[in-house]
């Protein structure tokens, strides 16, 4: 079943029917090509309770699809705990497949970082546009994995700055996945200690690693090295990986 977000102003007050427009009513009729009597579902953006409300369609205009009430889904899609992705510009376009998965997953934000070790370099007006193209893929993945928000992807920020962010949003589980690291069971501690309702961080590399003193740095920001296992990990593996474990610890728990 298809998956859409819409504003408040799109739905009724009593939930009962829903007008969509724009690009999602495009998509809908013109490339879907979804009749009448078809069910698809939204999530409405700034929705606290994050439900997952289930429509069918009762018409479709020159500009709209209108749907009425199935039945609302309270518990939502989105895990107990926000997850903040703190990633390191890799090469080429890894960044996509990585903003793509991490959503899908269940990260709560991304965070692009430029680190000592980061082989590319952004301009004001490159950092915009990939920050675009960035949050499309995030909306994309979004809707196809069901999720109840659409991830933020901020502008990317220097390591001060990305440690500087991780502390105004008083995020109290913060982890920086580290090759030189090697204590396991110290890591399942800490991942088998976090909480429904911790919010976690985690800082993820380059494909050169990060700097002695970049991690020195996190050190001093209360940002605790883990490892990852045995095996040095690609820069977008390696985030995949902590996010699944991550999501292994959490789904299904309540806060």
């Not at 000592?116 to 920050?131: E, F, G, M, N, T």
């Not at 196809?144 to 990305?162: D, E, L």
Request: overall charge negative; some cysteine.
């Amino acid at each position: 079943m298809y998956h859409f977000f819409v504003e408040s102003y799109q739905v009724t007050e009593d939930l009962k029917s829903v007008t969509v427009t724009g690009s999602d009513y495009n998509h809908m009729a013109k490339v879907l090509r979804m009749k009448v009597g078809e069910q698809f579902s939204v999530s409405i953006t700034g929705d606290e309770k994050m439900r997952e409300i289930f429509y069918e369609i009762s018409e479709i205009t020159d500009e709209s699809v209108v749907g009425r009430l199935c039945f609302v889904e309270e518990v939502g899609n989105e895990l107990p705990s926000k997850i903040y992705l703190f990633q390191a510009l890799p090469k080429v376009d890894k960044m996509e497949l990585i903003v793509q998965k991490a959503v899908e997953l269940g990260a709560f934000c991304i965070v692009p970082m430029v680190t000592k070790r980061c082989v590319v370099k952004l301009d004001d007006k490159k950092a915009l546009s990939k920050q675009k193209r960035w949050q499309a893929i995030a909306e994309a993945a979004a809707k196809q994995s069901k999720r109840s928000i659409i991830p933020k992807v901020t502008m990317p920020m220097t390591m001060k700055q990305a440690i500087a962010f991780c502390g105004s949003e008083e995020i109290s589980v913060k982890l920086i996945p580290y090759e030189m690291a090697d204590d396991f069971e110290k890591t399942r501690e800490i991942i088998g200690g976090i909480t429904p309702g911790q919010d976690i961080a985690l800082f993820i590399g380059p494909e050169g690693g990060f700097a002695e003193d970049e991690i020195d740095m996190c050190r001093g920001a209360g940002i605790e090295p883990i490892t990852l296992g045995r095996r040095i990990l690609r820069t977008e593996t390696a985030g995949f990986t902590a996010i699944s474990w991550l999501m292994y610890h959490l789904e299904g728990k309540k806060e």
